[in-house]
């Protein structure tokens, strides 16, 4: 069974960082593209970003230029560096596959990022 681990949340200031590492075990994770989401509360889950396998990536809007994905297949571990963090950027961010990939895992508890204004 496929179990994710988010980590690396906290809470920080506007304009701080901070680096989000999230480990798969159970699958073979080199040939999945990756995402990390996000869910605010009272709001829907929504992806902030993806990484394919071969490392190219794609941003929301929300989000482009401040947070950068990326992976290390040899450790199956997805990470999620953030910059310039806004208190918009306050949620509980998970990762997983791709929107668009087939058979999600379940999901893990996420990490709470808050960022305080």
């Known amino acids: 069974q496929v179990q994710l681990v988010e980590s690396g949340g906290g809470l920080v200031q506007a304009g701080g960082s901070l680096r989000l590492s999230c480990v798969v075990s159970g699958s073979i994770f080199r040939l999945s593209a990756m995402a990390w989401y996000r869910q605010a509360p009272g709001k829907q889950r929504e992806w902030v970003a993806i990484i394919r396998s071969g490392g190219s990536a794609n941003y929301a809007d929300s989000v482009k230029g401040r947070l950068t994905i990326s992976r290390d297949n040899a450790k199956n571990t997805v990470f999620l560096q953030m910059t310039s963090l806004k208190p918009e950027d306050t949620a509980v961010y998970y990762c997983?596959?791709?929107?668009?990939?087939?058979?999600?895992?379940?999901w893990g508890q996420g990490t709470q990022v808050t960022v305080s204004s």
């Open positions: 997983n596959k791709a929107p668009y990939e087939l058979g999600l895992y379940s």
